[in-house]
C-alpha cells in the first residue's frame, strides 16, 4: 500500500485497487472517541487531495479493544448553553453527511465495541462488517447519558434496519453483537478476525443490491400512523423510565413522529433536541455518573496484576456466582464446598449464564471448561486469588480462614465477600493478616458491577491494588472503602431498608412504601428489595451494623424471620410470591398516605451517606455518588445522594431533616457532616 495523508489520530493508505484504507489510533487513549481534534483531522482526512478519484473507502480501527466508543463525553460538560452544542453537533452531522454521499462506496470495519456517534458514523457509510467475537458490541446507548442519538442516528438507523428493531435499539441503549447486528440488517457482512479486510474489500469491488425493508415498517411511518405507534411507544417507555424523569425517549419518539419522512428537517431538529436535552438536569447528572464510572474503572489501572487461577470458597448463590463471573472472564476456577449439591446448583446457575451471555455451544463450553469442582479444596494452594464466600458469620469465617492461611501460596490474595464483618475483626485470625481484603459483591453478581474493595487496617496497599485489578479484570467496577461496619453500600442502604420496615409496621401498605420509593427513582421498591435480598440476610445485617452503629431492626422484622417468611426464596416476606413474583395487596379505596413518606426513607439514606463522607468510608463525595448509585441503584438521574443534597439546596433538606427528628426522634438526627456541606458551615 502507499501512503497518503497522515495526521495525529489517523493514517490513511491506498491500495493497488484504489481503496483508501483511512486507519483511526486516538493518540494517548486507550480507546477511540470522537474528540473535536479528532473530528477536525477526519474533516481534513475527507477533504485531502489524492491523484485519482478512490475506489472506495474503508474506515477502520487500531486500537485492539475496539471501533469507536463514540463521542468525547468529556466534550459535553464544556457546552455553555444550547447554542454551542447545537453548532457542534451540526457541524458532525456535515461531516457524516459527506461520507454517506461519497462518490464511492465506504465501509466500517467494526471489531470490538461501536457505539454511539462510532455507531452513527458507521451508519453513514454504505457498508458495515462485523467481527464475529463475543466481545463485538454495537448500539446507541445515548439514552443512558439523558440524551438521544445526535449525529444522524436517529434518521440512519430506522432507514437501516426498520423503526421497530431502530426504536428499540435507541430507547433501551442496549447493544447487539455481530450475529445479532447481522439479523436485523445493521451490519452486511459478519467475518472472522482473518477474513474482515477481505469482506470490506469485496463489498466495494462488488457491491451488493440495497436491502428492502419489511412491509410493517415501511408502513409505519406513513403520516396517519405514526401518531398511533409513537402512543405505543411513550407507553411501552413508561413502564421504566417517566418521562419526568427521562426526557430522552420520549423527545425521540416525539421526533420520529413529527418528521420521519423529511430526513433533512429530522436532522435539523434532532441537533436541537440533543443541544437542549444536554444542558438539562437530567443528562447533566447521567453525563457525570459516566464519568464517575470511567473514574471507578481508572481505579482498576494501579497495578499490574493479572491473576490466572482462582480458588473460590462457599458455592451458595455469592460463591458460586462469582465463580460463574470470573469463569466467563477467562480466568481458571476452582469452586469449594463440602457439599456436592451446592456445587452442582452454583453449576446449573453458571451453564444458565454462559448460554445467556454467549450463546454459541462452543464458547458456552469453552467457558465451562474454566470452572473446576472441587469438594475437597485441591486448587487452594495453586490459586493466584482466594475468595471465601461462606456464610455471614464472624466465627465461621474467622474459622475457615485459620484453617486454609497456611495453604496458601506466599504472594497469593486472601479476599472475603463479607458483606458487613469489619476486616480487622477477620484479620485477627491470621497470621499475616496483611494478606486480607474485602471483596464485597452484590447480588445478583453477574448485574451488578459494584465490588467494594474493603481496605483493612493492616492489608498491605498493594494487595488492595491487585484486588481492584481483579475486579477490572472481571468487567465490574472497584470502589476502594474504608474498613468500617458494612462499609459503605450497606451501611448507607440499611436505614432506609429499615425506615421502610417501621413504616410498614406503622400501617402503611407495602405497595405504597415501594411505589413512593420507585417514583423518588429508585429502580426497585425498599419493601420488596428485602424480600429479594432476604429478610433473614437483612436482619443479620442489621444486628451486625447494631452493635458499632446507632441502629435498630423494627420488631416487624424479626417477626417475619421468627415466622419462616424470609422473603422470596421462602415463598412469602412482606408479600406472598407466586412464581418467583411479589402478590402485592391493592390498595384501599381512598386511602391517602403519610405526607413525609418518601422524606422518612430518603433522607435516612443521605442523612448516612452524609455521615460515610465525614468519616471518609470513601475518599471524596464523587466516589461516595458513585458507590450509592452503582450499589444500590439509587436514582442515577440525580446523580447521587450528596449531588442530590446540593441540588436539592442544603438548607431546606437540613430544615426538613430537623422537622422529621423531633416528630419521629433521634434515628433522623442530622449527622454533623452536613455542617460541612454548608457554605458557611453554621452549628446544627
Given at each position: 500500500?502507499?501512503?497518503s495523508?497522515?495526521?495525529?489520530?489517523?493514517?490513511?493508505?491506498?491500495?493497488p485497487?484504489?481503496?483508501?484504507?483511512?486507519?483511526?489510533?486516538?493518540?494517548?487513549?486507550?480507546a477511540?472517541?470522537?474528540?473535536?481534534?479528532?473530528?477536525?483531522?477526519?474533516?481534513?482526512?475527507?477533504?485531502?487531495?489524492?491523484?485519482?478519484?478512490?475506489?472506495?473507502?474503508?474506515?477502520?480501527?487500531?486500537?485492539?479493544n475496539?471501533?469507536?466508543a463514540?463521542?468525547?463525553?468529556?466534550?459535553?460538560?464544556?457546552?455553555t448553553?444550547?447554542?454551542?452544542?447545537?453548532?457542534?453537533?451540526?457541524?458532525?452531522?456535515?461531516?457524516?453527511?459527506?461520507?454517506?454521499?461519497?462518490?464511492?462506496?465506504?465501509?466500517?470495519?467494526?471489531?470490538?465495541?461501536?457505539?454511539?456517534?462510532?455507531?452513527?458514523?458507521?451508519?453513514?457509510?454504505?457498508?458495515?462488517?462485523?467481527?464475529d467475537?463475543?466481545?463485538?458490541?454495537?448500539?446507541?446507548?445515548?439514552?443512558?447519558?439523558?440524551?438521544?442519538?445526535?449525529?444522524?442516528?436517529?434518521?440512519?438507523?430506522?432507514?437501516?434496519?426498520?423503526?421497530?428493531?431502530?426504536?428499540?435499539?435507541?430507547?433501551?441503549?442496549r447493544t447487539?453483537?455481530?450475529?445479532?447486528?447481522?439479523?436485523?440488517?445493521?451490519?452486511d457482512?459478519?467475518?472472522?478476525?482473518?477474513?474482515?479486510?477481505?469482506?470490506?474489500?469485496?463489498?466495494?469491488l462488488t457491491?451488493?443490491?440495497?436491502?428492502r425493508?419489511?412491509?410493517?415498517?415501511?408502513?409505519?411511518?406513513?403520516r396517519?400512523?405514526?401518531?398511533?405507534?409513537?402512543?405505543?411507544?411513550?407507553?411501552?417507555?413508561?413502564?421504566?423510565?417517566?418521562?419526568?424523569?427521562?426526557?430522552?425517549?420520549?423527545?425521540?419518539?416525539?421526533?420520529?413522529?413529527?418528521?420521519?419522512?423529511?430526513?433533512?428537517?429530522?436532522?435539523?431538529?434532532?441537533?436541537?433536541?440533543?443541544?437542549?436535552?444536554?444542558?438539562?438536569?437530567?443528562?447533566?447528572?447521567?453525563?457525570?455518573?459516566?464519568?464517575?464510572?470511567?473514574?471507578?474503572?481508572?481505579?482498576?489501572?494501579?497495578?499490574?496484576f493479572?491473576?490466572?487461577?482462582?480458588?473460590?470458597?462457599?458455592?451458595?448463590?455469592?460463591?458460586?456466582?462469582?465463580?460463574?463471573?470470573?469463569?466467563?472472564?477467562?480466568?481458571?476456577?476452582?469452586?469449594?464446598?463440602?457439599?456436592?449439591?451446592?456445587?452442582?446448583?452454583?453449576?446449573?446457575?453458571?451453564?444458565?449464564?454462559?448460554?445467556?451471555?454467549?450463546?454459541?455451544?462452543?464458547?458456552?463450553?469453552?467457558?465451562?471448561?474454566?470452572l473446576?469442582?472441587?469438594?475437597?479444596?485441591?486448587?487452594?494452594?495453586?490459586?493466584?486469588?482466594?475468595?471465601?464466600?461462606v456464610?455471614?458469620?464472624?466465627?465461621?469465617?474467622?474459622?475457615?480462614?485459620?484453617?486454609?492461611?497456611?495453604?496458601?501460596?506466599?504472594?497469593?490474595?486472601?479476599?472475603?465477600?463479607?458483606?458487613?464483618?469489619?476486616?480487622?475483626?477477620?484479620?485477627?485470625a491470621?497470621?499475616?493478616?496483611?494478606?486480607l481484603?474485602?471483596?464485597?459483591?452484590?447480588?445478583?453478581?453477574?448485574?451488578?458491577?459494584?465490588?467494594?474493595?474493603v481496605?483493612?487496617?493492616?492489608?498491605?496497599?498493594?494487595?488492595?491494588?491487585?484486588?481492584?485489578?481483579?475486579?477490572?479484570?472481571?468487567?465490574?467496577?472497584?470502589?476502594?472503602?474504608?474498613?468500617?461496619?458494612?462499609f459503605?453500600?450497606?451501611?448507607?442502604?440499611?436505614?432506609?431498608?429499615?425506615?421502610?420496615?417501621?413504616?410498614?409496621s406503622?400501617?402503611?401498605?407495602?405497595?405504597?412504601?415501594?411505589?413512593?420509593?420507585?417514583?423518588?427513582?429508585?429502580p426497585?421498591?425498599?419493601?420488596?428489595?428485602?424480600?429479594?435480598?432476604?429478610?433473614?440476610?437483612?436482619?443479620?445485617?442489621?444486628?451486625?451494623?447494631?452493635?458499632?452503629?446507632?441502629?435498630?431492626?423494627p420488631?416487624?422484622?424479626?417477626?417475619l424471620?421468627?415466622?419462616?417468611?424470609?422473603?422470596?426464596?421462602?415463598?412469602?416476606?412482606?408479600?406472598?410470591?407466586?412464581?418467583?413474583?411479589?402478590?402485592?395487596?391493592?390498595?384501599?379505596?381512598?386511602?391517602t398516605?403519610?405526607?413525609?413518606?418518601?422524606?422518612?426513607?430518603?433522607?435516612?439514606?443521605?442523612?448516612?451517606?452524609?455521615a460515610?463522607?465525614?468519616q471518609?468510608?470513601?475518599?471524596?463525595?464523587?466516589?461516595?455518588?458513585?458507590?450509592?448509585?452503582?450499589?444500590?441503584?439509587?436514582?442515577?438521574?440525580?446523580?447521587?445522594?450528596?449531588?442530590?443534597?446540593?441540588?436539592?439546596?442544603?438548607?431546606?433538606?437540613?430544615?426538613?431533616m430537623?422537622?422529621?427528628?423531633?416528630?419521629?426522634?433521634?434515628?433522623?438526627?442530622?449527622?454533623?457532616?452536613?455542617?460541612?456541606?454548608?457554605?458557611?458551615?453554621?452549628?446544627?
Amino acid at each position: 500500500m502507499s501512503e497518503s495523508i497522515d495526521s495525529k489520530h489517523w493514517r490513511a493508505q491506498i491500495d493497488p485497487d484504489g481503496i483508501v484504507w483511512l486507519h483511526l489510533n486516538v493518540s494517548d487513549a486507550s480507546a477511540n472517541v470522537l474528540s473535536s481534534a479528532v473530528l477536525a483531522e477526519l474533516e481534513q482526512q475527507l477533504a485531502a487531495p489524492r491523484a485519482g478519484p478512490p475506489r472506495g473507502l474503508v474506515i477502520l480501527s487500531d486500537k485492539p479493544n475496539g471501533f469507536m466508543a463514540g463521542a468525547d463525553v468529556k466534550e459535553f460538560t464544556t457546552f455553555t448553553d444550547s447554542t454551542q452544542a447545537y453548532t457542534q453537533i451540526r457541524r458532525v452531522q456535515t461531516m457524516f453527511d459527506q461520507i454517506e454521499h461519497l462518490p464511492y462506496p465506504s465501509v466500517s470495519l467494526i471489531h470490538g465495541f461501536c457505539l454511539g456517534g462510532g455507531l452513527e458514523l458507521a451508519l453513514a457509510c454504505t457498508y458495515r462488517v462485523a467481527q464475529d467475537d463475543p466481545r463485538t458490541r454495537i448500539g446507541l446507548p445515548e439514552v443512558r447519558l439523558g440524551i438521544h442519538p445526535g449525529f444522524g442516528g436517529s434518521v440512519r438507523l430506522p432507514r437501516r434496519v426498520g423503526m421497530f428493531a431502530a426504536m428499540d435499539l435507541m430507547l433501551s441503549g442496549r447493544t447487539l453483537d455481530a450475529r445479532a447486528a447481522k439479523k436485523i440488517g445493521l451490519v452486511d457482512q459478519v467475518a472472522p478476525a482473518r477474513y474482515l479486510q477481505r469482506a470490506a474489500r469485496a463489498l466495494i469491488l462488488t457491491p451488493p443490491g440495497p436491502r428492502r425493508l419489511a412491509l410493517r415498517d415501511t408502513a409505519a411511518t406513513w403520516r396517519p400512523i405514526r401518531p398511533w405507534v409513537g402512543r405505543i411507544l411513550r407507553q411501552k417507555v413508561s413502564r421504566h423510565a417517566p418521562r419526568t424523569h427521562y426526557p430522552a425517549p420520549y423527545a425521540l419518539i416525539d421526533l420520529w413522529v413529527r418528521d420521519a419522512n423529511n430526513p433533512q428537517r429530522m436532522l435539523d431538529k434532532e441537533a436541537a433536541s440533543v443541544s437542549r436535552l444536554i444542558m438539562g438536569p437530567t443528562a447533566r447528572n447521567l453525563i457525570r455518573v459516566f464519568l464517575l464510572q470511567e473514574r471507578l474503572k481508572s481505579l482498576g489501572r494501579t497495578s499490574d496484576f493479572s491473576p490466572q487461577h482462582i480458588h473460590v470458597i462457599g458455592a451458595g448463590v455469592m460463591g458460586g456466582d462469582i465463580a460463574a463471573l470470573c469463569a466467563m472472564s477467562g480466568l481458571r476456577v476452582t469452586l469449594q464446598d463440602p457439599a456436592p449439591d451446592h456445587i452442582g446448583a452454583s453449576l446449573q446457575r453458571a451453564y444458565a449464564l454462559f448460554q445467556k451471555r454467549l450463546k454459541l455451544p462452543r464458547l458456552v463450553r469453552a467457558v465451562g471448561d474454566n470452572l473446576i469442582p472441587d469438594i475437597a479444596g485441591n486448587g487452594l494452594r495453586q490459586a493466584d486469588v482466594v475468595i471465601e464466600a461462606v456464610f455471614e458469620d464472624i466465627a465461621v469465617k474467622q474459622k475457615l480462614l485459620r484453617d486454609i492461611e497456611p495453604q496458601l501460596k506466599s504472594q497469593a490474595v486472601l479476599a472475603s465477600n463479607t458483606s458487613s464483618i469489619p476486616l480487622d475483626v477477620l484479620g485477627a485470625a491470621l497470621a499475616r493478616p496483611e494478606r486480607l481484603v474485602g471483596l464485597h459483591f452484590f447480588n445478583p453478581v453477574a448485574k451488578m458491577q459494584l465490588v467494594e474493595v474493603v481496605d483493612g487496617p493492616a492489608t498491605d496497599p498493594a494487595i488492595a491494588r491487585r484486588a481492584c485489578a481483579l475486579v477490572r479484570h472481571i468487567d465490574h467496577l472497584p470502589l476502594p472503602v474504608k474498613n468500617s461496619p458494612g462499609f459503605l453500600v450497606n451501611r448507607v442502604l440499611m436505614p432506609y431498608l429499615l425506615e421502610a420496615v417501621t413504616l410498614e409496621s406503622e400501617g402503611v401498605p407495602g405497595r405504597v412504601i415501594d411505589q413512593a420509593a420507585v417514583d423518588f427513582g429508585m429502580p426497585m421498591g425498599p419493601i420488596e428489595l428485602g424480600d429479594t435480598v432476604g429478610l433473614d440476610i437483612c436482619l443479620s445485617v442489621a444486628d451486625i451494623l447494631s452493635r458499632r452503629l446507632s441502629l435498630t431492626a423494627p420488631p416487624r422484622l424479626r417477626e417475619l424471620c421468627e415466622a419462616g417468611h424470609l422473603g422470596r426464596k421462602s415463598g412469602r416476606g412482606f408479600y406472598p410470591y407466586r412464581d418467583g413474583k411479589p402478590v402485592k395487596p391493592p390498595v384501599g379505596k381512598g386511602y391517602t398516605p403519610p405526607q413525609d413518606l418518601t422524606e422518612r426513607m430518603i433522607l435516612r439514606m443521605v442523612n448516612e451517606a452524609v455521615a460515610c463522607l465525614r468519616q471518609g468510608v470513601v475518599a471524596d463525595a464523587d466516589l461516595l455518588d458513585a458507590g450509592v448509585i452503582f450499589g444500590t441503584g439509587f436514582a442515577p438521574f440525580r446523580g447521587g445522594p450528596i449531588r442530590y443534597v446540593q441540588e436539592t439546596g442544603i438548607a431546606g433538606m437540613l430544615e426538613t431533616m430537623q422537622k422529621l427528628q423531633r416528630s419521629y426522634g433521634e434515628r433522623f438526627a442530622p449527622d454533623p457532616g452536613w455542617e460541612a456541606l454548608l457554605p458557611r458551615g453554621p452549628q446544627l
